[in-house]
């Protein structure tokens, strides 16, 4: 018989076992809601990406199902070939205006807005300047570019300028942060990494997928929330998270977008997508705008639940935002913790080495604005019992 050549894989697995990494994936029974059944068992859910509630909002849904009628389910091509329809371009306009931009161009999802940017906008003889925690994407496309990559600790601007001071002279470089960092939920040190893009020239890119929807006026993000609007020359968000949906997008100047219609290859070399996901799009970027309610809830919710943990003595780290990690540890804790407050009823997922530093394993807590108080005091009930059980608090 055949040898399984794919026999190492099974091994590695082994070895995530070892380590207590390995997880099956959980699945859910129904819609993305802060209530919901996920491998048949009612929780609260505190794991989702859907700050403010619209994966299920009923203003998105009849949208989708509309475009669903009078478009069709795909688009059948990419989008320079015969895949642009015109509720694409009428997304980006929308885009474009929301984050108060030239132009925008949307992508399959963040991923690909940020990993497709990055690699079609440096080249070999170009320097990025990363962030240490900057998301997965940005390091993938940082690498196919070919352009040196320096990384800076995390948020030390001083570091940041030593690199820069370190690069040759008139070297295209780009600096680039996440807006908010999934993992510890702080902000991006943007006013000061501003200052230094301008002092040495170099091309600023935020990646806000956590922001938009989040942060600043109508949640336009980081770059609206700390008042850097033209200071920043490449702007990613996300239509995954607080909109809702599916997909990534890139703000910025008219030639930036216009260069990433040529040369951004997931644009270029991927489908676009089905015409109900635009249409859905559109509608949340219309509830942004008008019903104001969500992100004010979001934030409430915010505040109580991570004011509770605190009190509860847990280490919540530097967390300035509905993401609130619950720092544990070890591995196998952070695991065993998430695991067991599952039972009791709440979903928050255990994350470890090697996406969070060794020791710094967590649960990670995302609140959404459709959480009720009473869901949340359960959720910090179950906390408490859980986290005096492992010797936590
Ligand atoms: C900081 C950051 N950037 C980009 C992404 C990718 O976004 P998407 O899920 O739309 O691909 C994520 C999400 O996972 C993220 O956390």
Known sequence: MRADPLDYLTHELSSLREQGLYRRLRVLDGEQTARASVDHRSVVNLSSNNYLGL?????????????????????????????????????????????????????????????????????????????????????????????????????????????????????????????????????????????????????????????????????????????????????????????????????GSRSLIEFLHHRARPFLFSTSHPPSVAATCIAALEVLQTEPQWMERLWDNTRFFKGGLQALGFNTGISESPITPVIAGENALAMKLSDRLFEEGVFAQGIGFPTVPRGKARVRTIVTATHTTDELQFALDCFRKVGAELGII
């Open 55 to 251: 994966t299920t909002h009923p203003k998105l849904r009849e949208r989708a199902s509309e475009a669903l009628s009078a478009l069709g389910v795909g688009t059948g091509s990419v989008r320079t070939i015969a895949g642009t329809m015109e509720i694409h371009m009428e997304l980006e306009r929308r885009l474009a205006a929301f984050k108060k931009t030239e132009a925008a161009v949307v992508f399959q999802s963040g991923f690909t807005a940020n990993a497709g940017t990055v690699s079609s906008i440096l080249g070999r003889d170009d320097a990025i300047v990363s962030d240490e925690l900057n998301h997965a994407s940005i390091i993938d496309g940082a690498r196919l570019s070919r352009a040196t990559v320096k990384v800076f600790p995390h948020r030390d601007i001083g570091a940041a300028r030593t690199v820069l001071e370190a690069l040759p002279r008139g070297q295209r470089t780009l600096l680039i942060t996440d807006g908010v960092f999934s993992m510890d939920g702080d902000l991006g040190a943007l006013p000061a990494l501003c200052d230094l893009a301008d002092e040495f020239g170099c091309i600023m890119m935020v990646d806000d997928a956590h922001a938009s929807g989040v942060f600043g006026q109508h949640g336009r993000g980081t770059i609206d929330h700390f008042g850097m609007h033209g200071r920043v020359d490449v702007q990613v968000g996300t239509l995954s998270k607080a909109i809702g949906a599916l997909g990534g997008y890139v703000a």
